[in-house]
């Protein structure tokens, strides 16, 4: 899959692209919905079809110190997309300059004629240019002047846990955030999942025989600390694991440290250096300090048997 950038013209082949236009972040279901109507209208008329993101969020160029809530990495993005069947990935890189990029230069100076767009897939809510000025309704009459063509998917709801709503990435965040892997999985189709590149740690887990892998958490949401039932993958070999992991300050152990560290059962390799994402099935428990290490291990025992149980039913 290629992969854009918004400063750059694009190549031939791709001018006359449907752009499905969003941040997308998460690609949740409302999102595949959007990029779904972009790669049907473009099959339909044998065009290339492109999914646009945003890096770094808008919101972390407005305000920097907001407290990391990103669902996805760039490069977990592009598998996403390519997975949904798109052409190409397009990223703006969200700067001074494309924030004070007027709506209507927007349209006509990198819709039209940088990227040569020849149609664009958008949320309703969809905002752009400098103040969030730009909307569905100016893509439709001011880029539908320029030759611009436009379609809006409205919001997607979600029927299958109880309650409804729209789908939103907010809500996947603050289902994350109280350790619901199940509306999170829902809202997403899939298991939200941190990669990383396992790192060396102080060798605790070792200690104690239940060997982690060390991961540092860098830019994604902070799901509630604790213990979970996860699925594991080696990105160099495509290789599966399941295993139970804590994601957290660890407690019983000083200094505190964040780390996401996952213990794979039956596995013995040497995953130091390697690229590995960890998927969250199940919160199992929050995070405690124990009166003893065997008191630690002994509920340790306890958490990697009820995580077998639940992911021997998963899927």
């Known amino acids: 899959m290629r992969w854009l950038d918004h400063r750059n013209p694009v190549p031939e082949s791709l001018r006359g692209a449907i752009i499905a236009l969003g941040n997308f972040d998460g690609f949740h279901r409302g999102h595949q919905a959007v990029a779904g109507e972009a790669i049907d209208w473009a099959h339909a008329e044998g ?18 110190d907001t407290p990391p809530f990103r669902l996805t990495t760039l490069e977990q993005r592009q598998e996403l997309y390519i997975a949904a069947g798109a052409t190409a990935m397009l990223v703006f890189h969200f700067d001074k300059e494309l924030a004070s990029t007027s709506a209507e230069d927007f349209i006509t100076e990198i819709l039209i004629d940088r990227l040569g767009a020849h149609g664009v897939v958008t949320g309703g809510d969809f905002t752009f240019g400098q103040g969030a000025k730009g909307n569905v309704d100016l893509l439709k009459s001011f880029g539908g002047e320029r030759g611009l063509e436009s379609r809006v998917v409205e919001p997607v709801e979600d029927a299958g846990l109880g309650n409804g709503g729209v789908i939103s990435s907010s809500r996947i965040r603050e289902a994350l955030r109280d350790g619901d892997c199940a509306t999170a999985t829902e809202l997403l189709s899939r298991p939200f999942a941190i990669r990383g590149v396992v790192e060396h740690g102080d060798k605790r887990g070792r200690e104690i025989g239940y060997p982690t892998a060390n991961l540092h958490i860098e830019s994604y949401l902070r799901p509630r600390y604790g213990i979970y039932a996860v699925t594991g993958r080696i990105l160099a070999t495509g290789q599966e694991l399941t295993g139970a992991a804590n994601i957290g300050i660890r407690p019983q152990f000083e200094p505190p440290k964040e780390l996401l560290e996952p213990y794979f059962f039956d596995f013995s390799g040497d995953l130091y250096g390697q690229e590995i994402e960890v998927s969250f099935h199940h919160f199992l428990r929050p995070e405690a300090k ?14 990697c048997e009820r995580a077998r149980e639940l992911l021997a039913h998963k899927g």
Request: aromatic residues 12%.
């Open 47 to 64: 065009r290339p079809s492109i999914i646009a993101t945003f890096d770094p969020h808008p919101v972390r160029f407005f305000r920097p």
């Open 290 to 303: 124990f009166d003893s290490l065997e008191a630690l291990m002994a509920q340790m025992e306890k958490d």
